[in-house]
């Protein structure tokens, strides 16, 4: 398992390799389908190969059926009901056992820890009503502080074969932590696995940041800083947490960054002039393209997965309003038309759907829409819901929730696409302004 050479990332790639015949797929979840009930499963508790793994095995157990049961779409059969006993990862099935405690899916593994500190991690999934194995059985085999990313790969595997649907757990999440008083809080960037666990801190609190934005492949950072008393488009580098201001260095505040699918460019908002417009920077020459000229204010730019196009926020028709154009500049389309406020827009990494924020009848919104405009659906709704980003794989959304009140404070939260399992992301401290990072390699 390599390791990127930072203190604020760890983005291990894990050696995998097969362990036995895959099976045709028996079990399936539609994540779509609102009506779905949650598919029990067990997991018992990794098998220890030997005595030093021995607590890793229970921790990386526990990690596993964590992942899946936060879904929602998974209700883990506690251990005290099991009837059988895995105490052999080789031993043959005893489908009976887990059929008498209406167990659908089962996962069994291993964990030895080598002579050398390195650990391998052996797992299989079965489909205890056909009593086939649900794919090849996996081998990982990583270094000892990278437990909890093989844990999140085995539950990634078990949750893609089971619902047909792209991995997530492996995955990290920028953030601002936030702390102090609501009227003077201090803000500075965190990273943690998608879970909360293992945080980072990649800036101080000497100056205000906004708005990070994982590059693709997740080395950099690119955000809202105000190092300079004023707001300004900077990039991090993870691992060497070294920091430029992008986008010119005079006197223009701009803000809203996000980057290309390609990473070379950059897309934000200026204020030149006292208009707030769309331009595009490329990195690499440092030459900065205008996209919009309207009158109006034009923000929170967001590309599509291909790179041809934006969504962003405009309050040209009188109040803000999603628009789509060419990301090369051009004409807008406005695809929004619903009542109240829209804007944070974000294209979904699938394709088919574009996160939002709506204010409507004092109340705000975390929705999703068909990239046209069409089959708008509302997600959440609170005294301060903002800021979508999209899980890797499209299917479950992070945001902002803030509570009223003076001692209100900021806290992460998921859904899911259908409104379902909405969740607390656990965070050290409060929190916001999410962006959810690609999968790890």
Do not use: C
């Not at 391998?120 to 794919?135: I, W």
């Amino acid at each position: 398992m390599k390791r990127l050479a930072t203190a604020a990332v760890l983005a291990a790639s894990v050696l995998a390799g097969p362990l036995g015949s895959p099976a045709a797929a028996q079990l399936r979840i539609t994540i779509t389908d609102p009506t779905l009930s949650p598919m029990p499963f067990a997991v018992p508790t990794f098998v220890a190969r030997n005595a030093e793994a021995g607590e890793l095995a229970q921790d990386i157990t526990r990690v596993i059926a964590a992942d899946l049961a936060n879904t929602g779409l998974f209700r883990e059969i506690p251990r005290e009901n099991h009837v059988g006993r895995i105490t052999s990862f080789e031993a043959p099935i005893q489908f009976s056992d887990w059929k008498a405690i209406n167990t659908q899916a089962l996962i069994t593994g291993s964990v030895l820890v080598e002579g050398d500190g390195r650990i391998v991690v052996q797992f299989r999934l079965f489909d205890v009503v056909s009593e086939q194995p649900l794919g090849e059985g996996l081998q990982f085999v990583g270094t000892q502080d990278g437990w909890r990313r093989m844990a999140h790969k085995v539950a990634d595997a078990a949750y893609s074969r089971i619902t047909g649907e792209g991995p997530y757990f492996d995955s990290r999440v920028v953030f601002v932590s936030e702390q102090g008083p609501k009227d003077a809080r201090q803000k500075r960037l965190g990273v943690m696995d998608y879970d909360g666990a293992n945080v980072q801190y990649l800036t101080s609190s000497d100056a205000i940041v906004l708005a990070p934005r994982f590059s693709p492949n997740g080395d950099k950072i690119i955000y809202t800083g105000y190092e300079s008393g004023f707001p300004k488009v900077t990039l991090i580098d993870v691992a060497s947490l070294q920091k430029q201001t992008v986008g010119g260095v005079d006197q223009n505040m701009s803000f809203a960054p996000r980057f290309s699918p390609d990473g070379g460019r950059v897309v934000y908002s200026a204020e030149v002039a006292g208009n707030t417009d769309l331009y595009l920077l490329d990195i690499a020459s440092g030459a900065t393209t205008r996209l919009t000229t309207a009158p109006s204010i034009e923000t929170a730019p967001s590309f599509s997965p291909d790179g041809s196009q934006l969504v962003f926020e405009s309050d040209r028709s009188g109040a803000p309003q999603l628009y789509v154009m060419p990301a090369g500049g051009g004409e807008g389309t406005r695809i929004s038309f619903g009542e109240g406020r829209y804007g944070t827009p974000v294209w979904s990494p699938r394709n088919d759907y574009i996160a939002f924020t709506k204010q409507n009848a004092g109340r705000f919104h975390i929705g999703v829409m068909r990239t046209d405009g069409s089959e708008e659906r509302l997600l959440t709704g609170a005294f301060l819901d903002e800021g979508p980003t999209w899980a890797p794989n499209g299917r479950v959304v992070m945001f902002t929730r803030e509570t009223a009140g003076a001692a209100g404070a900021p806290a992460l939260y998921t859904v899911d696409i259908t409104g379902r399992n909405l969740q607390r992301a656990a965070t050290p401290a409060a929190a916001s302004d999410p962006s959810w990072g690609p999968l790890l390699p």
